[in-house]
């Protein structure tokens, strides 16, 4: 986690790939002292050390740019479900909530990645929201957005081909409540 950090770096735009079942046991001692530092990454608190995707998010958030910035992250369930009230989980999601950050989450279908069949969920953070999102997150129902592979990889049995994309797209632009879009 360290050397992932250049100091002073900020980015506009971050995609990076998804941080799926990463542990951090071995940087527990490493992030639970910086979490003491209220200009560190980890001050809003630490999630359980089997699963270090809020862990990741926090760093990417650490890293925006004060003049706008914009994350694309795929995640599996757990940062949306696990961790009771006041768990680290817990607050990590309250704190990138109450800031504003929380742009959409796309409900992706399942089988798109080739070791893994599980549900997945892309993540839109950006701490520069258009007037109109202010104060709002989107939600977007894209399960049924694929295509069946004609051969399977593995548990890879699904695509999400150009015109899925498209409509996706489409309904994160539209910004509308329907069927598959749902704003709070």
Do not use: C
């Amino acid at each position: 986690l360290s050397a992932a950090r250049p100091p002073g770096r900020t980015f506009d735009s971050m995609l990076p790939p998804p941080p799926f079942g990463v542990r951090w046991p071995s940087a527990a001692e490493f992030v639970n002292e910086e979490a003491k530092d209220p200009n560190g990454r980890f001050f809003v608190g630490t999630p359980r050390t089997s699963d270090g995707s809020l862990l990741f998010l926090q760093h990417l958030i650490h890293k925006m740019n004060p003049e706008g910035s914009r994350i694309g992250i795929v995640f599996n369930g757990s940062p949306l479900f696990t961790g009771d009230a006041g768990s680290g989980e817990s607050e990590i999601r309250k704190w990138i909530i109450e800031n504003d950050w929380l742009d959409a989450v796309v409900a992706l279908p399942d089988q798109l990645f080739y070791n893994t069949g599980i549900s997945t969920y892309f993540w839109i953070v950006t701490n520069r929201k258009a007037p109109h999102r202010r104060g709002k997150v989107q939600l977007i129902d894209a399960r049924e957005s694929f295509a069946k592979m004609r051969k399977s990889l593995g548990e890879k049995r699904k695509e999400i081909g150009e015109h899925q994309i498209a409509d996706i797209v489409r309904l994160y632009g539209d910004f509308e409540t329907n069927d598959q879009s749902k704003i709070f």
